[in-house]
Structures are given as structure tokens and as C-alpha cells.
């Protein structure tokens, strides 16, 4: 048995190695990983499709290519241009800015919203003259910390949905009691005079009008179906365990179909273009590295050092995991980190006989919240960051924790205090 459990953990710890060392082909390395998992036994055959959560791998895909529907349909740059016409200098526009993509990606993938936002900061940086790299990297911090807030938002909150069997309404309500969706907010509020003090300089006024004309609602009418369908299928008892997943998929096919029925072939060839197909495979290939650690014990003794750590003091290790995982996740992409996680802190909580819901919220919160502690700890900040690149901006590493390190801090903390003091007492 040792034996089993010391190749198990030698091949995961070589697979998290691997995947820090060569970020770009990090699903192979998962995949891959995977298959050694099965080969050996570790995980049966058998029980290799129960060890994918497919309602996870179905949501995150059918999102994307819904997102990507809406972003072609030009929605978002007309609602931006719409919230600029009301603002009256550079500083509101990064508070605009940022609230703004904070919004959008509490429902939309946090990589998909920099996209959609981050045009509109180029151009308003062009008119007025100023450097973008502040503004983008508020836009890329914004979206980061708001992803954690719903279901749908990110793809670590689509994880913690499925292993959890929470459901869209519980991130808002849940027990009686108040959600992430509260802390998050409260943490998202919390940055705005982070905002406006770094960009206190920055008085000069803004001229907006509103040029961008939309053509085509429906991807709108998709996204907001996606999202009232996934609260109605919160409250009907007994629903298929993939029904969220069968909302996202079936509701983009929709999209699709009507795409083609106009004719408009290269839409869908883009759509289908922008579903994350790298991130599908890296998640399906931890469901089965983390199932085979389960199998082999190696997940019960990692709960085991942290209860050893905390002993049986809640309020430790809920200190433990959030401040742990800001940390880790500042280096190491959340959505592994996540997935080793969840296992871990249920193991946890069932050690010391305490409900898991405060130690899953603390992981959510330092885990998403951590990846604006660098450049490389968000995918949406190396998005930003790549945009600025093509357009012959360098960012610099202080230009990012001027900005990341504050933002991450001041969100962390009030996210923290909320959800010990709702779900920990």
C-alpha cells in the first residue's frame, strides 16, 4: 500500500511540477498524467467516466461559446459606451472601467470580459494621450476578483458548484444565510478607493459618445437565458446531475444553429474557435489525477497535516487556507490549485466534524482573489497584460503590484472578515 501511495504521489507532484515549468502545454501534461493513472489501476476503467465531472467540463464550454456569440454581437461596447457618457474624468473612467468588468464577469468568463473591456480602454488611452497599462490592469484585477461571485462566473466557481452540488441561487443565499456572491461584492466595493487614490492624478475630462451599433440581440437574450434557466434549475428538486450543463451546451447550440440558418458560417467557426478547449482537458485530466490521489490515500493525509497544523481550531485553519492560498495562487494557476483543494478541505471539515461551507468559501476567496498578487497568478491578467504587448506597451512588474498588490489585499481582507463572521461563529 505505501508503495501504491508513494508512485501516486511522486507522479502528482511531477505533474504540478511540470505544469509550473511549461505553463503553455499544460493540458498534455494533465492528460497525461491521467492515462498513467489508469494504466496503473489507481483509477479502474470502470469508474474513469464517474471521475470527470462532466456538468463542470459542459457549463464551462457551452459558456464560452455563448460569450463569444455575445461579444461578436457588440452588446458589451455599446453598454460600456453607454456607462462612459456619464463619466467626467480618466479617474471614473478606471472606476467605470472596472466595476464595469467586475459586473460582466460575475457571469462571464473573466478571460472573455477583458476582452470585451479592454478595447474600449485602448481607445479612450489613444484619445487622451495616457499610457493604458493602469487602466487595463484595473479592468484585469476587477474581472479576476468578481469571477468568484456566481456560478457562472469562473471557472473555479464552476468546480466548487459541481463538487459542492451547489446550485445558482446558494452562492447568493445559502442556509439562511448570506453567500461568496456578498463577499465578493463587499471586496469588490472595498477597491474602489484603491482605484481612485491611484488614479487621483488623473483629472483630465472625456468625451464619449456612443458609435457602436448592435445588430443582433439574441446572444443577449442567450446569455440571459443561460443565466435565469440555471437559477430556475436551482429550485426543481431531482434534476439530472448534468442539467447545468445541459443549459450552456444546449442554449449555445441554439446560437449555432441559428448562426447557420443566416448564413453566417464564420460566426460559428469563431465561436467554436473561442471555447477554451486547453482548459476542458486540463480540468478532465485532474478530475482523474485527483481521483487516483483519493484512491490512493494521499488526499486524507494532506487533510490530515493541515488538522495536524490547525488542530481542531476553525478559525485557524480557515486562516490557514485563505492566506495559503493567495499566496499559491499568486504563482501557480488557481484552477489546478483549485481541484487539488476541494477534496483537501472537505477531508478537513469532516475530520473535525464542522460544516465545509466556510472552509470551501475561504479556499474560493484566497484562491481567485490570490491571482491579482502577480501577473502570471490570473489568466485575465496575462490576457491584459498580452493585449497591451501587441499594442507595444511593456508592463513592468512594479507597474502591476502598484496596482495588483493593494487591490488584492484590501479585497482579501473584506472577503476574509464576511465570511468568518457569517459562516464561521
Known amino acids: 500500500m505505501e508503495g501504491i501511495k508513494l508512485f501516486a504521489l511522486i507522479v502528482f507532484a511531477l505533474t504540478y511540477v511540470l505544469m509550473i515549468a511549461l505553463p503553455k502545454v499544460r493540458p498534455y501534461i494533465a492528460l497525461t498524467s491521467a492515462l498513467i493513472f489508469v494504466v496503473s489501476g489507481l483509477v479502474p476503467i470502470g469508474e474513469l467516466a464517474s471521475s470527470i ?14 460569450v463569444s456569440l455575445f461579444i461578436q454581437s457588440k452588446m458589451p461596447s455599446l453598454m460600456a459606451e453607454g456607462l462612459l457618457k456619464k463619466t467626467p474624468n480618466v479617474m471614473w473612467v478606471a472606476v467605470v472601467l472596472s466595476v464595469f468588468a467586475g459586473v460582466i464577469s460575475a457571469f462571464v468568463d473573466n478571460v472573455a470580459t477583458v476582452l470585451m473591456i479592454a478595447p474600449i480602454g485602448l481607445a479612450i488611452a489613444k484619445k487622451l494621450k495616457i499610457s493604458p497599462v493602469p487602466l487595463l490592469i484595473s479592468i484585469a484585477v476587477s474581472s479576476n476578483l468578481q469571477g468568484a461571485a456566481t456560478l457562472v462566473g469562473d471557472t473555479t466557481s464552476i468546480m466548487l458548484g459541481g463538487y459542492a452540488d451547489m446550485n445558482f441561487l446558494e452562492f447568493f443565499w445559502m442556509d439562511g444565510k448570506a453567500g461568496i456572491f456578498f463577499a465578493v461584492e463587499l471586496g469588490a466595493l472595498a477597491t474602489v478607493p484603491v482605484i481612485m487614490y491611484l488614479f487621483r492624478k488623473d483629472k483630465d475630462a472625456v468625451d464619449a459618445v456612443v458609435e457602436t451599433k448592435v445588430e443582433d440581440y439574441f446572444p443577449t437574450l442567450l446569455l440571459t437565458l443561460n443565466i435565469l434557466l440555471l437559477i430556475v434549475a436551482s429550485f426543481i428538486p431531482n434534476t439530472p446531475k448534468l442539467i447545468n450543463g445541459y443549459i450552456c451546451v444546449g442554449l449555445f ?3 449555432v444553429v441559428r448562426e447557420l440558418i443566416l448564413r453566417r458560417g464564420e460566426s460559428v467557426k469563431l465561436a467554436f474557435s473561442e471555447i477554451d478547449y486547453a482548459t476542458v482537458g486540463l480540468l ?23 488538522v495536524r497544523v490547525g488542530g481542531d481550531n476553525l478559525f485557524l485553519l ?9 499566496l499559491i495562487s499568486a504563482f501557480i494557476d488557481n484552477i489546478p490549485y483549485v481541484a487539488t483543494m476541494l477534496p483537501i478541505v472537505s477531508g478537513i471539515a469532516t475530520s473535525i466534524g464542522v460544516p465545509a461551507e466556510v472552509l470551501y468559501f475561504g479556499l474560493l476567496t484566497g484562491a ?25 506597451h ?23 472578515l464576511f465570511i468568518w463572521f457569517v459562516w464561521g461563529i
Open 368 to 392: 481567485t482573489l490570490g491571482g491579482n498578487l502577480s501577473p502570471i497568478g490570473a489568466s485575465a491578467n496575462i490576457a491584459a497584460i498580452g493585449i497591451l504587448r501587441k499594442e507595444g
Open 394 to 416: 511593456e508592463v513592468k512588474n512594479r507597474d502591476f503590484f502598484r496596482i495588483g498588490l493593494p487591490f488584492t489585499l484590501c479585497a482579501v481582507m473584506t472577503g476574509y
Open 284 to 306: 478532465a485530466g485532474l478530475f482523474v489525477v485527483i481521483a487516483g490521489i483519493t484512491e490512493a490515500g494521499i488526499v486524507n493525509d494532506i487533510s490530515s497535516f493541515f
Open 253 to 255: 447550440l441554439v446560437g
Open 318 to 326: 480557515y486562516t490557514l487556507i485563505v492566506w495559503a492560498s493567495v
Open 53 to 66: 465531472d462532466f456538468n463542470v467540463l459542459m457549463m464551462l464550454a457551452g459558456t464560452m461559446g455563448t
